[in-house]
């Protein structure tokens, strides 16, 4: 079973406001990913992380999306200014090198 | 172009067996794992296979052919709970690359 921790469960946010969600790795997981799954199933990887550096991510995560992994406290993705099409899960996920676990995700709504 | 390909639905009777296709092409394979996800909830870690072969693990099984970009998932002996979407998703150049999610409706 994952013991990847995230929060909030649910978020909900007005267009231009911003949205900041958390996420706890496991323990011992050096690797993080964050994902976007919209309303159509469809998984977008926005960024992942290796040891608190940024490994990969993609134009969108540059431009609107931050996000961070700082040692000893909760990794974190913030949206600066959200839009309706941010509406969606966003999940985070650790990996101690092969297997990649997923929390129970943020579900976002921009209204 | 790189892609993860699986079917949208599958249906398959209690008490049988399904099986669960993937296919794939991507520039790279560090393995690849398979998740459950029930509507509205998040994945569910199953299985992570990188060699060939049947990976047998009970009531879930999985098989990789690396030649022929190509996995299943397996599911025997078959509980209405097993109802839900199962996602094929493959390990390159550092991240995970899913398919769509097949939707497996397991009937009485």
């Known amino acids: 079973n994952s013991k990847v921790i995230q929060t909030p469960r649910y978020l909900v946010k007005g267009q231009g406001q911003k949205a900041k969600m958390r996420c706890i790795p496991e323990?011992?997981?050096?690797?993080v990913f964050w994902y976007q799954q919209n309303k159509n199933n469809e998984f977008k990887f926005l960024i992942n992380?290796?040891?608190?550096?940024?490994?990969?991510q993609i134009d969108m995560t540059e431009k609107r999306f931050s996000a961070e992994c700082p040692s000893n406290s909760p990794c974190s993705l913030e949206i600066q200014s959200s839009e309706a099409g941010d509406s969606a899960l966003y999940l985070c996920?650790?990996?101690?090198?092969?297997?990649?676990?997923f929390g129970k995700g943020t579900r976002l709504t921009v209204v | 172009g790189q892609g993860v390909e699986q079917p949208a639905k599958l249906m398959s009777v209690e008490g049988t067996f399904a099986r669960v296709n993937c296919t794939y092409s991507?520039?790279?394979?560090?393995?690849l794992s398979w998740y459950q996800q029930r509507e509205g909830q998040a994945p569910v870690f199953l299985s992570y296979?990188?060699?060939?072969g049947l990976k047998d693990s009970g009531h879930f099984s999985t098989f990789l052919s690396r030649s022929n970009g190509y996995s299943y998932l397996l599911l025997t002996e078959l509980q209405i709970k097993d109802s839900a979407s199962y996602l094929c998703?493959?390990?390159?150049?550092?991240?995970?690359?899913f398919g769509d999610g097949t939707v497996l409706t397991v009937k009485p």
């Open positions: 998703a493959v390990r390159n150049t550092g991240k995970l690359t």
């Open positions: 296979v990188v060699l060939d």
């Open positions: 323990k011992g997981h050096p690797v």
């Open positions: 991507t520039s790279g394979f560090n393995g």
């Open positions: 992380f290796q040891n608190q550096e940024v490994l990969q």
């Open positions: 996920a650790s990996s101690p090198n092969t297997e990649v676990f």
